[in-house]
C-alpha cells in the first residue's frame, strides 16, 4: 500500500511495505536531485553535486552558486593525470581541495563527477551509496 504526499503520485511516494526510499521520480534529473539531497542531509555536506569531465553540473543538492562552483573545479580536483594544477589555477583549488571530496563515478561508458563539500573539518564523507544511486538513476535513463 503506498501513500501520496504533497507532490503527487509521480513524484514522491512513501510505501508500507519495507520501501526505503521516501521520494522517487521517473524524472532522471529529479531522481538525481532526490539521491543527492538525501546523501548531503544524511552526510551533513554543504553541497553535493554531480558534474560532466568538463565541469558543468549534471544535478545538485545544496546553493546552486555553491554547485556550480564544485562542477566547474571538479575536473581539477579530480585524482588522476588530467588533474594536474598550475601556480596560475592556484590557491582557489588549494583551498578547496582541503574541504572538497571528489568521485569519478562510471556509468557504462560515462563517467562522472561526484563532489562533496563538507560543512566542518569533518572526514571525508562515505559516498558509495550516492555513487551506487547515480550509477542506478543514470543506466535507467
Same mark, same amino acid.
Given at each position: 500500500?503506498?501513500?501520496?504526499? %504533497?507532490?503527487? #503520485?509521480?513524484?514522491? =511516494?512513501?510505501?508500507?511495505?519495507?520501501?526505503?526510499?521516501?521520494? +522517487?521520480?521517473?524524472?532522471?534529473?529529479?531522481?538525481?536531485?532526490?539521491?543527492? *539531497?538525501?546523501?548531503? =542531509? /544524511?552526510?551533513?555536506?554543504? /553541497?553535493?553535486? @554531480?558534474?560532466?569531465?568538463?565541469?558543468?553540473?549534471? /544535478?545538485?543538492?545544496?546553493?546552486? #552558486?555553491?554547485?556550480? %562552483?564544485?562542477?566547474?573545479?571538479? #575536473?581539477?580536483?579530480?585524482?588522476?593525470?588530467?588533474?594536474?594544477?598550475?601556480?596560475?589555477?592556484? *590557491?582557489? @583549488?588549494?583551498?578547496?581541495?582541503?574541504?572538497?571530496?571528489?568521485?569519478?563515478?562510471?556509468?557504462?561508458?560515462? %563517467?562522472?563527477?561526484?563532489?562533496? +563539500?563538507?560543512?566542518?573539518?569533518?572526514?571525508? #564523507?562515505?559516498?558509495?551509496?550516492? /555513487?551506487?544511486?547515480?550509477?542506478?538513476?543514470?543506466?535507467?535513463?
Amino acid at each position: 500500500m503506498k501513500q501520496h504526499n %504533497e507532490h503527487g #503520485p509521480d513524484n514522491a =511516494t512513501t510505501s508500507l511495505d519495507g520501501e526505503r526510499r521516501r521520494k +522517487r521520480s521517473s524524472d532522471p534529473l529529479v531522481a538525481l536531485h532526490y539521491q543527492l *539531497s538525501h546523501t548531503r =542531509t /544524511a552526510a551533513e555536506l554543504d /553541497a553535493l553535486v @554531480v558534474a560532466d569531465p568538463s565541469g558543468v553540473v549534471v /544535478a545538485g543538492a545544496g546553493s546552486w #552558486p555553491a554547485c556550480e %562552483e564544485l562542477a566547474a573545479y571538479a #575536473p581539477l580536483l579530480a585524482v588522476g593525470a588530467w588533474a594536474e594544477v598550475n601556480d596560475s589555477v592556484g *590557491s582557489r @583549488v588549494a583551498s578547496l581541495r582541503a574541504e572538497v571530496t571528489v568521485r569519478p563515478v562510471l556509468v557504462g561508458d560515462l %563517467e562522472v563527477l561526484l563532489c562533496a +563539500r563538507q560543512r566542518t573539518d569533518a572526514p571525508a #564523507p562515505d559516498l558509495d551509496g550516492a /555513487a551506487a544511486g547515480i550509477t542506478r538513476i543514470l543506466s535507467a535513463a
